[in-house]
């Protein structure tokens, strides 16, 4: 979600006011988009590593995310 349609998907979440976490496997791209995000709307994304391709990146991320919240109520896949 650092480019892209993810992104944009992510800046729209925001001004709706949603708690959104963006998923990515760079960092620092991440960071760099969370940035401007905050930047567009006056609000911050939630950054959570994650690479689809390792099974223990997914399983760590979804440990990060539910050590966070209770629910999960839409996600936006997005490749």
Do not use: C, M, P
Request: zero cysteines; glycine letters at 6%.
């Amino acid at each position: 979600a650092n480019t892209g349609i993810g992104y944009h998907t992510v800046k729209a979440l925001l001004q709706h006011n949603a708690t959104v976490y963006l998923a990515a496997r760079n960092k620092g791209k991440a960071d760099a988009a969370i940035a401007n995000l905050e930047e567009e709307t006056g609000r911050t994304a939630t950054f959570l590593e994650l690479d689809l391709a390792s099974l223990a990146s997914v399983k760590r991320a979804a440990q990060q995310f539910l050590s966070k919240e209770s629910a999960l109520h839409v996600l936006f896949n997005n490749a």
